[in-house]
């Protein structure tokens, strides 16, 4: 089983990243994702989530309007388009597949907002 983000780097408060999580060695399309984020002393927090047919989506309430979730199960990719970045958008990213009651992370990516 492997989740591989990719996409992240740096970027300027008000720009965009798209990252992307291209899952292998399990049935992805039958799998809720998310993307979670986890700064430096700090819990890991929940960013965004859709269901395994992509119908249904959720947000923190801190990206909601920025930042969309998409999945697309023809390539077992989930998607992350951040738009109007903020400093505080700073930390790792990691994607996570769920299907009960099996759960997997990926090794996280940087996204760093910065003038």
């Known amino acids: 089983v492997q989740l591989v983000e990719s996409g992240g780097g740096l970027v300027q408060p008000g720009g965009s990243l798209r990252l992307s999580c291209a899952a292998s060695?399990?049935?992805?399309?039958?799998?809720?994702m998310y993307w979670f984020r986890q700064a430096p002393g700090k819990e890991r927090e929940l960013v965004a989530s859709?269901?395994?047919?992509?119908?249904?989506?959720n947000y923190v309430d801190s990206v909601k309007g920025r930042f969309t979730i998409s999945r697309d199960n023809a390539k077992n990719t989930v998607y992350l388009q951040m738009n109007s970045l903020k400093p505080e958008d700073t930390t790792v990213y990691y994607c996570?597949?769920?299907?009960?009651?099996?759960?997997?992370w990926g090794q996280g990516i940087q996204v760093t907002v910065s003038s």
């Open positions: 996570r597949a769920y299907d009960h009651p099996n759960a997997y």
């Open positions: 859709i269901s395994s047919d992509g119908a249904g989506t």
């Open positions: 060695g399990f049935t992805f399309s039958r799998y809720t």
